[in-house]
């Protein structure tokens, strides 16, 4: 049996790449978007949801479950980039990027719930990100976010494991999609205190994006934890290094991390 699969924020980038390998593999795919009528031409079926909106969420479950019978896989992909100084940042965007990696997430997964413990399997993949390991300059609000939904998943598969619910995190480092220009920028001000450093920065991160991995390596990644019977708690995609610093952040006295950190950033 065909296994179905649920992506938010399929329509382009990771989500995408995921859901076209995935359709090639035999898996029946539901891929999601704000703006769906954009993507009528989609290899696989693109439905309404925000994750802002818990109504849409729940609409969406609901109508795969309808249409399918079950729900077998569930790819939190869905999520939004946030820049600049913490200091300068509205308390606004801070909420509305919580709302987007955070919270949405956990309302997805209280969708679903109910369906996979019915049928006494499923698996959730939390796409996180390699900066959610480490407090990063200027990404500060994005590293939060992201370290919040890895911590999640630590509890929630404790808590899930009497259902026969799995659930994991896949962190992708820099990969070539179209973050960057979806992302908020805090405005790069001439009276900021931050001008000097913050623009360094911002230049050096859209780099980082520009040079990224192909989307791809996250798709046959995805595919692997699918088939794999019992997924680890934590997975990293990307270049060695980005993946290295992980490991580096262990071992390595925390000031002399910082050092690295800043030397890297031009700080």
């Not at 934890?225 to 270049?239: A, D, L, Q, S």
């Amino acid at each position: 049996m065909s296994k179905v699969v649920l992506i938010t924020g399929g329509s382009s980038g990771i989500g995408k790449s995921i859901g076209d390998y995935l359709i090639q593999k035999n898996f029946i795919v539901y891929g999601t978007s704000r703006n769906p009528d954009k993507y009528k031409n989609n290899k696989f079926s693109i439905l309404a949801l925000d994750v802002k909106e818990n109504d849409t969420i729940l609409s969406t479950v609901r109508t795969i479950i309808e249409n399918e019978g079950r729900l077998d896989v569930v790819i939190n992909n869905a999520g939004a980039g946030i820049t600049g100084p913490i200091e300068e940042i509205p308390e606004e965007e801070i909420k509305n990027n919580f709302e987007t990696n955070f919270f949405g997430p956990i309302n997805v997964i209280k969708a679903v719930l109910p369906q996979m413990r019915e049928q006494q399997s499923g698996l959730i993949i939390n796409v996180t990100s390699i900066a959610g390991y480490m407090g990063l300059p200027y990404r500060g609000i994005y590293s939060a976010s992201k370290g919040a939904l890895e911590l999640l998943t630590e509890a929630f598969r404790m808590e899930l494991k009497a259902f026969n619910i799995k659930m994991t995190n896949v962190a992708p480092g820099d990969f070539a999609t179209n973050i960057a220009a979806g992302r908020y920028h805090a405005p790069l001000l001439d009276t900021s205190p931050y001008k000097e450093t913050y623009g360094k920065s911002l230049s050096l991160m859209d780099t980082h994006v520009d040079n990224g991995s192909n989307p791809n390596l996250m798709a046959h990644a995805v595919y692997k934890i699918i088939n794999t019977g019992n997924p680890k708690v934590h997975y990293k995609v990307g270049e060695f290094m980005q993946k290295f610093s992980i490991v580096l952040k262990r071992i390595l006295p925390d000031k002399l991390y910082e050092k690295l950190l800043m030397n890297h950033y031009k700080l």
